[in-house]
């Protein structure tokens, strides 16, 4: 109600109490196929633009994830990170 009213309140920041965050490094886009679908799904999501994206590592070097979503399929079955299914919209894993 008070922005909507036209005010802005302020309080300066205490930069005694004030911490920082740890710094976003590459590495962190890495996929750990070990984790659940859901996770993953997440982490791809959360490394987009304007990070490097998620990542992972293939035969012919590190290929970046763009889009990914749980799969309903529940007729495969593989180790972390084995590609079992694909086609020309995608693969499963």
Do not use: K, M
């Not at 982490?43 to 990542?55: E, N």
């Amino acid at each position: 109600p008070r922005l909507l009213a036209g005010e802005r309140p302020q309080t300066p920041q205490d930069h005694t109490l004030a911490t920082f965050c740890a710094r976003r490094e590459p590495e962190d886009g890495r996929i750990d196929w070990r984790e659940s679908a859901e996770t993953i799904d997440r982490l791809v999501r959360a490394s987009g633009a304007p990070y490097a994206g998620a990542f992972t590592s293939s035969r012919n070097g590190d290929l970046v994830v763009v889009d990914a979503q749980p799969s309903s399929r529940g007729d495969l079955w593989g180790i972390p990170g084995q590609v079992q299914w694909r086609d020309s919209d995608g693969v499963i894993v």
